[in-house]
């Protein structure tokens, strides 16, 4: 059994920050080990990645997010959270918290921003 469970979603206006978290429980044990990652669906688009955090190949980030998000993770808590700065209305999505393990991801939840004007 796999528990990923996000918070930290709210609305806020253009130019605003969240701080988004990820608790991940379980048989899973530690993700020190573990590439984890934060992916978002917009109402009517498909999810697509916005950030991953792999302990050999660090840190990746989607285009539209490049210099304005940034991952990190606590592996003494088995949390990961994403940092968002200078947010718009483009990033109005439910955001979803992934680990991969045992070849398969496993997913949370998700967790609601909203950008507004």
């Known amino acids: 059994q796999v528990e990923l469970v996000e918070s930290g979603g709210d609305s806020v206006q253009p130019g605003g920050s969240l701080r988004l978290s990820c608790a991940v429980s379980?048989?899973?044990?530690?993700?020190?080990?573990?590439?984890m990652g934060w992916y978002r669906q917009a109402p009517g688009k498909r999810r697509e990645m916005v950030a991953t955090?792999?302990?050999?190949?660090?840190?990746n980030y989607a285009y539209p997010v490049k210099g304005r998000f940034a991952i990190s993770r606590d592996n003494a808590k088995n949390t990961v959270d994403l940092q968002m700065n200078s947010l718009k209305p483009d990033d109005t999505a439910v955001y979803f918290c992934?680990?991969?393990?045992?070849?398969?991801?496993?997913w949370g939840q998700g967790t609601q921003v909203t950008v507004y004007s």
């Open positions: 992934t680990v991969e393990w045992n070849r398969r991801n496993y």
């Open positions: 379980g048989t899973i044990g530690s993700i020190a080990s573990l590439t």
């Open positions: 955090d792999s302990p050999g190949g660090g840190t």
